[in-house]
Each structure stands twice: as structure tokens, then as C-alpha cells.
């Protein structure tokens, strides 16, 4: 078991058990994880995988997106924030939080090393959300769909960018969407 595997237990990921990622993103973020400053995990429900981040990437600040206000947490190095993931203006505002010297405007790179949308888990909002957010990004970033039940989801982003599709269990929504910059 890796470490990431044993973080994951630890604090009571779905990650891990119900959904069979720590492996995958074990083998993606090991060799990164010393250089990763900045995660934001969109859906957060009781923060265990943001605990597992946190205690996986030493020298990251942890953020959340939440829209749930009874799970908006501050727990340093972990900031979670109200966001309904549907609505432009409140990924928007998201967003200048996590990285307020960032200028829409000018299309200026977005200062995240790592995206995962865990939320809604709905097509239209997983896919809003990507078109919002992956075109910002720097290079050398990462962005994952989880939890991902329809092929129209990776149909969509296709059409404008090359990403992978990975089945990692037998569920019918245990399949990651994988874009690195």
C-alpha cells in the first residue's frame, strides 16, 4: 500500500475502498509532490480528502469548493469556500480567492498545479466547470473529472483538448477524465 493509500484510510476517503483512485494519482502527483503548491478539490463533503492532500503534499496550500455552508471549513493549510459549481460568477470568485493576482482580462495563467472535480458529479456541471477553469491553468497542470457516469462528459472535452479517460472500478461511475497541461 502506498502512501497515499494509507492517508487516504486514515482519514476515510472515498478515494480509497468505494472508488479505486489512490493508486492512479498516486503514480500521477508522487513524483510531483514536493513541487505542487496549490490543490483545489471541488466537492469537499467532510474534508477527508482534502486531510489526505494536505498531509500527502508537503508544501501545498489545500482549497476546497463547497456548496454546502455547513462544510466551509478553515483549517490552515486547508481554506474551503463557499462555490456552487453551476454558476460562473461564484467559480469566478473562487478562483480570484484562491489566486487573487489573477487577470481574467488578459487570459493570465492560473496559479493551480491541481484541479479535481468531485462534486455535483452531474455532465452539464463537470463539464461547465472544466470549460471555466482548464483553460486558465498553467502548463504542467493537472485537471480530473472523478466520479465521471456518462461518455459525454470526455465526448465534450474532446472536442477542444486531448484528455484521458480511465476506468478504475467496476461501478458505473468509476472512471477519471485526466487533462495535464
Known sequence: ??????????????????????????????????????????????????RMFRDFFPNAIIFGAENDRNRIFLDPPIQVFYCDQSKEKDIIVLLNKIDPNHDYRWNAELDIDIVIDDGSHKPNDQVFTFKQIFPMMKKGSIYIIEDVAKDSVAEEIRKHYECDTLRVGKRYDDQLVVLKK
Open 1 to 50: 500500500m502506498n502512501k497515499l493509500e494509507k492517508l487516504g484510510l486514515k482519514y476515510g476517503t472515498d478515494k480509497i475502498g468505494k472508488h479505486n483512485y489512490l493508486p492512479v494519482y498516486y503514480e500521477m502527483f508522487n513524483p510531483i509532490r514536493n513541487d505542487v503548491k496549490k490543490v483545489l478539490e471541488i466537492g469537499v463533503a467532510e474534508g477527508a480528502g482534502l
